[in-house]
């Protein structure tokens, strides 16, 4: 499994934005995936994740964002809508075996993606 995320950029509050993860090492099958972020200063947080066609958000990012799956292409997007300064971060995504109580955490994710900026000015 090998993870590339891409898509970020700058825009402004209220935009949209959608960022990719590509596994060019595998298939996405019998794999979770998520989505996390880290702004400067934070520890880094759980935004979206997705297990066995089940979708999980963290209730920052409810409603504006989607997890989403494509598997002709074995990229994962995240649709990122009505942007807000303080989604500004560092996106990674990650892949793995995330048991359902630690879905929301890092636990499990056994690959990272090397991280995209996304910057939301005001």
């Known amino acids: 499994v090998q993870l590339q995320a891409s898509g970020g950029g700058v825009v402004r509050a209220g935009d949209s934005l959608t960022l990719s993860c590509a596994n060019s090492?595998?298939?996405?099958?019998?794999?979770?995936v998520g989505w996390f972020r880290q702004a400067p200063g934070k520890e880094r947080e759980f935004v979206a994740a997705?297990?066995?066609?089940?979708?999980f958000y963290a209730d920052s990012v409810k409603g504006r964002f989607t997890i989403s799956r494509d598997n002709t292409r074995n990229t994962v997007h995240l649709i990122m809508n009505s942007l807000k300064p303080e989604d500004t971060a560092v996106y990674y995504c990650?892949?793995?075996?995330?048991?359902?109580?630690?879905?929301?955490?890092?636990?499990?994710?056994?690959?990272w993606g090397q991280g995209t900026q996304v910057t939301v000015s005001s």
């Open positions: 990650a892949a793995g075996f995330p048991i359902m109580s630690t879905i929301r955490t890092s636990v499990g994710y056994r690959y």
């Open positions: 090492g595998s298939t996405f099958n019998g794999l979770s």
């Open positions: 997705r297990r066995s066609g089940s979708t």
